[in-house]
């Protein structure tokens, strides 16, 4: 059994000690360890891959084991995910196609381990490309009236086939509470612009009325705030002045297929920890 | 007599033609030319280098017979430079040693080919820097009582050394409209943000606090609007949350120096347009 | 009709001029022109969109003008495209996917311009994603002995298929001289290094056995010398001592994907030339 | 006392254990603690800062100890540096100024946390920049004849003042095996190329004639083959068929500058560690 530990905690002498001792002493071998300390925030952060080739004790015993002995006296934050489960992944998309490409092509690569039980969209038009990867697809429409129904439709729809995480592959709606409560820090988005620059609608249209030289994407955690939760990743690329908007687009789609499609592997790696609305990405 | 000649104008069939139709019939070689149309705004913009080896117009004449043959016809805003004049530039300052080095160190090897009569700073901070280079220094200290007065003294030594275009290599104090006025995009400003993301006071700490995994620095030409003029080069770097706020401090050095110095290289070689409160870039 | 011409010739004097005042004789409207001059070499490039909306001269009336009032004159290479026309494209690949996943995908959402009447392979791997992307799929095994016999086969479908230029799309094999001399600057292959680093087999092992910080994908015309033709796109990413060959070749994916989908635009836009074993790549 | 240790030896099982246990008998705090397997070649490397707030053992009782409690036991290679001595930089230089006014500006800002005892030319040509940062500058002209002289005065200079480590800050002489003898690992050069493309001289004409899409610049540390010892840091930037050699050389200068000092800011911060002719760069 291979195990990865996420913990943060306050900050003190003897963590790193403590956490190598803990393991040791049950026969495993760290096959990595990252550690960060947020100087300003007082925090320290740790991943650590863990390898119980002959003692396994049993994942369920490991963490109460890790409450009791660890979490307690350093008053950890922490989570213990066993490798080699492929995790359950669901899309949801609208009209723009290049991401859904995108993310099916590496899946059907194997590039991405998890299973993608189906696709949500608010609409028809991407319909043919579910099909054409042999992915169940559910259209449920959203609008002012029905929207309460179409969020409770969704969340049955997850939990009844239990989804552990949700990528927005250009979805163009906002996500209810009721999702953000239910998948926190577990519901990836993309946006196209560098955030904070360009929040919200239309940031390529904006991005080439401001004039700027570079253009971005930046994949980050839901939130309830639009476009203000932790950020994952984020690239860019230049423009000049020869661009139109329509290039901004298209230069664009080659920036969001990449990002979210990195921010999907860090966060299936269990890569990811969030704190204060910011993430620390291990490499 | 070497010169560059800019227009730019609403857009219409035979412009190239007639312009390029002008300097040949004057007996000058087109060494360059390159062309821009903004599709949305309809505007035609034009860069164009000319050689008159054998048959000198004269810079006046010359001028005049744009005005009368070509401006008037086709509406269009333009500039004439003679090449091989060494612009007079002045650099503003406050505290921040790193730019005033980099464009300094590149004046004396011979890469900006500039005449620099004087430093004006707000504070004797960096003083020993322009003695080293043995440049004049100028301390204009601004405050909220004497402000108006400073303003005033800045523009007597601007005009009075006959400066071109001004500088702001990190300096610290929002230049008066009266400067502004009297430079119009010709005063260029490094601000240590990917601009419009964390315009104004202490951008690398807004930067930290978001999260963002890429810093940037942009260069503009300096209008009313606070940060907001038109921007002529932008680049960034990667960040993680390994990096403290110095950290990014310190990365962003690197890239404030190689920004607002290549803005100032374009600037120079009259490869900058601004129009609508965008630039457009020549290469 | 809207016409795209390419030219190059020896650099003097006039040949602006004359070329606009060409198009002005014929009621065209320049919609674009970009011009380059080799200073080393003496050699003038220029590109250019000439829109015949109410006067169209014909396609091979246009071409017999220019041959004779201008080629000759200036001892112009040259080439004019009529725009609007979809060119043929074939695809070559081996086992490795991404990059016809990448160019499928793009093609269905009409992102590429171009009609793709088959893909060949030395495998049959990949048939899969042909029929699901509905192309037909030629498996041309390739071996020591009938390679002559494979590359007549290859020529012919191109030909027969009235093909107008070829994607190698990670094609492991070594392209025959029959297929370079029938298409000359109209084979495009993407290698995995940026060459000139790494040429050859198992870049990916090379730039990992060497410590390098920095991968890369470059996108060329293939010649007759391996991974030495004319270079259209290069692009980079960062690695680090954390990284595996595996990684390596996982991050280069997507570097390969986008270099190679590039460079194809590029040429589908009639935005390449080529001189000198180098490529003017025009905006 | 704060110190940082370095360690590679053969990959096995309780090593970071061991190491923490180590220095948490002692009532040290370790800071941080990265640590790298490389898989293929099974070795261990890890970086560990630790903080003798209270319980300063002493660094050669410390090191003592590490030989016995540690090193044997694990066929640890090992280093041990206190933090907070200045270490002592040569710089050696040419005819180019630039790294050398980039590193100087840098050390005058208090960026660069070291002393810089003199600086090494075999020529007259910039010794006016050490005049005015006020550096003492030794000339040791280099040819066929004085060679082994010449290294031999460099080598006095460099021992008689202590120097920690040599920058060669585009010094355009092959190093002589007695300098990188007595120096292993502590020579850092800058080439101006993304190595191991254009090795050797004449890289940017070499890029030039290639016609490559991208220029980098390589800081390594020197060994015996020439441009091919372990690699530092390495950056790139986008080039056109509009660039001349003598616009490489250009864009090249920031590039040299700003790898060069990140590459000596790793080395001073004991970040860099070198095995089997690479480099593992802790951030």
């Known amino acids: 059994?291979?195990?990865?530990?996420?913990?943060?905690?306050?900050?003190?002498?003897?963590?790193?000690?403590?956490?190598?001792?803990?393991?040791?002493?049950?026969?495993?071998?760290?096959?990595?360890?990252?550690?960060?300390?947020?100087?300003?925030?007082?925090?320290?952060?740790?991943?650590?891959?863990?390898?119980?080739?002959?003692?396994?004790?049993?994942?369920?015993?490991?963490?109460?084991?890790?409450?009791?002995?660890?979490?307690?006296?350093?008053?950890?934050?922490?989570?213990?995910?066993?490798?080699?489960?492929?995790?359950?992944?669901?899309?949801?998309?609208?009209?723009?196609?290049?991401?859904?490409?995108?993310?099916?092509?590496?899946?059907?690569?194997?590039?991405?381990?998890?299973?993608?039980?189906?696709?949500?969209?608010?609409?028809?038009?991407?319909?043919?490309?579910?099909?054409?990867?042999?992915?169940?697809?559910?259209?449920?429409?959203?609008?002012?009236?029905?929207?309460?129904?179409?969020?409770?439709?969704?969340?049955?729809?997850l939990q009844s086939h239990k989804v552990d995480f949700v990528v927005l592959a250009r979805y163009m709606q906002i996500v209810s509470p009721l999702l953000i409560g239910a998948y926190p820090n577990r519901i990836i988005n993309i946006h196209h612009s560098f955030l904070p620059a360009f929040a919200g609608a239309k940031p390529y249209h904006a991005a080439f009325e401001r004039g700027v030289k570079i253009i971005g994407a930046t994949s980050h955690y839901v939130t309830e705030d639009l476009d203000a939760g932790p950020i994952i990743e984020q690239d860019v690329t230049t423009v000049s002045h020869v661009h139109t908007v329509r290039d901004f687009v298209s230069k664009g789609r080659d920036l969001e297929k990449i990002v979210l499609a990195t921010a999907v592997k860090l966060h299936i790696a269990h890569k990811t920890m969030v704190y204060n609305n910011k993430t620390v990405i291990f490499y």
């Not at 669901?90 to 696709?119: M, Q, T």
């Not at 099909?131 to 969704?154: L, S």
């Open 1 to 157: 059994m291979k195990v990865t530990l996420h913990i943060h905690c306050p900050d003190r002498p003897g963590i790193i000690r403590a956490v190598t001792q803990f393991f040791h002493l049950r026969g495993g071998n760290i096959l990595y360890l990252d550690q960060h300390v947020d100087q300003e925030a007082g925090v320290f952060f740790m991943r650590l891959e863990c390898d119980f080739a002959q003692n396994d004790p049993g994942l369920s015993m490991l963490k109460e084991s890790i409450a009791i002995e660890l979490a307690e006296q350093y008053h950890m934050e922490w989570d213990l995910y066993q490798e080699g489960l492929r995790p359950r992944m669901a899309i949801f998309v609208s009209k723009y196609n290049h991401c859904l490409y995108d993310l099916l092509s590496r899946f059907r690569s194997g590039e991405l381990e998890v299973d993608i039980p189906f696709i949500i969209s608010n609409h028809e038009d991407l319909r043919h490309i579910a099909d054409q990867f042999d992915i169940p697809y559910h259209c449920i429409p959203v609008n002012k009236v029905n929207k309460h129904e179409a969020e409770t439709r969704q969340l049955e729809l």
